[in-house]
């Protein structure tokens, strides 16, 4: 099998080549050392994340413990519906608008924490719980993911695709608002899904693809880009002229598009309005999809005045976002995560909302972090360590500045 049957033309130098026969992907990532070190990286980002976030709360003597800020903003939403379950309908406030309400989260992370809850666990801790443990899973899922897609990766010695898999963990744990991985926030949940759908795509373990595709797609509105990932996926293994048993990928692809519609459509149902979710998207957060118009405008505008310096900030990693995206494309990665990618970065950027909430929403985006990867998976180790290092600095100070002196919401 040659690289174009899995990326679905010529590879380019530098793009991952397909999975060899038989080459098992535990092995590829170093069994148990190489996954512990993957789980070991995520424990150091998250132990100088939180001592970042007792620093500066030391600093600003506001009286919040580090476990309140590890509860707020989105968090308290998703507790509400974990223990009083979703509204039955529209919430307005007293003048007569509507508001926001919890109707607008999607179900699998709250669900979880009322299942960890039942155990006997205050929801609060419960759902910090769930979330620890889904980085967990996501730090593992970015090493196979990372180990199976440049393990053999042209011109480049057998521990390459070991190498890149750290590095993917590191560099997207790292990353600016990463906070929210430990946070109750479903961002490490929707990670470990989607990232964990991507491998057994990539490695064609089409019953877990699925699996984990619908979940992905339950956890958060982006889901919809995993699923159509995943769908590319099955429609490349249909084109194998050695496929056999076709209808399991087409059966995965098609219990991932699902999940979304169907939230969609229980809400609508539920409050009796088809258009229910973005209604209650719209008047609680301003969330509507005017084709990147906002956007466009809050980036020009913040560089031509420089007012605020996270405004700056935030364009700045917009557009930098952007040209690592242009760069990944251009090496032609596996096709479904390129979709993924795009098509994600398409709903952030297209939709109108809190500026500095799109960094958060482009963390699982890993399309963006994939030039990174493979030029951490070549360098030297201390020039890989070094230049992680550094962004690691920046990205986990800069997610700790947000929680703590930020005045608005993620």
């Avoid at 150091?44 to 903003?73: E, F, K, N, S």
């Avoid at 199976?148 to 190498?163: E, K, V």
């Avoid at 990944?328 to 993924?340: E, K, N, T």
Wanted: aromatic content about 10%; overall charge positive; proline content about 5%.
């Amino acid at each position: 099998m040659t690289a174009d049957d899995t990326t679905g033309g010529t590879a380019a130098e530098g793009a991952p080549a397909a999975p060899e026969p038989g080459a098992g992907l535990w092995s590829l990532a170093g069994r148990w050392r190489g996954v512990g070190a993957a789980v070991g990286i995520l424990a150091l980002t998250r132990l100088v994340q939180l001592a970042m976030l007792l620093w500066l709360g030391a600093a600003t003597q506001d009286g919040v413990g580090l476990r309140g800020r590890l509860l707020v903003w989105d968090a308290g939403w998703f507790l509400r519906v974990a223990v009083n379950g979703y509204p039955h309908g529209y919430t307005y406030s007293v003048d007569g608008s509507m508001e926001g309400n919890g109707l607008a989260f999607f179900p699998l992370y709250p669900m979880l924490i009322r299942a960890v809850a039942a155990l006997g666990v205050e929801p609060p801790t419960a759902a910090i719980a769930v979330s620890w443990l889904a980085s967990i899973g996501a730090a593992v899922a970015l090493h196979l993911l990372g180990t199976s897609l440049y393990a053999n990766l042209r011109g480049s010695s057998p521990t390459t695709g070991r190498r890149a898999g750290w590095a993917l963990v590191a560099i997207c744990c790292a990353a600016p608002v990463s906070v929210v991985l430990s946070m109750a926030y479903s961002e490490s949940l929707f990670l470990a899904l989607v990232t964990g759908m991507l491998v057994a795509a990539h490695r064609r373990v089409w019953w877990a693809a699925g699996l984990l595709g619908l979940c992905a797609a339950l956890t958060r509105p982006t889901g919809v880009a995993a699923a159509l990932a995943l769908a590319v996926a099955a429609l490349l293994e249909l084109r194998r002229p050695d496929a056999r048993r076709r209808w399991r990928p087409v059966a995965a692809a098609l219990v991932a598009l699902a999940g979304v519609p169907a939230f969609l459509g229980w809400v609508g149902w539920r409050v009796g309005d088809a258009t229910a979710w973005f209604r209650i998207q719209s008047a609680g957060w301003g969330t509507s999809f005017d084709y990147g118009r906002s956007t466009v405008a809050f980036v020009g505008r913040t560089l031509s005045t420089g007012e605020g310096w996270v405004a700056v900030s935030v364009a700045l990693l917009l557009l930098v976002a952007l040209a690592a995206a242009g760069v990944a494309l251009a090496g032609r990665p596996w096709l479904p995560l390129a979709v993924y990618g795009v098509v994600a970065m398409a709903l952030v950027y297209g939709q109108a909302g809190f500026y500095h909430s799109k960094p958060r929403l482009l963390l699982p985006v890993l399309l963006t972090l994939l030039p990174a990867v493979i030029a951490a998976a070549r360098a030297r180790p201390r020039v890989a360590v070094l230049a992680i290092t550094a962004w690691a600095a920046f990205g986990l100070w800069y997610g700790a500045y947000l929680v703590v002196v930020w005045p608005y919401t993620l």
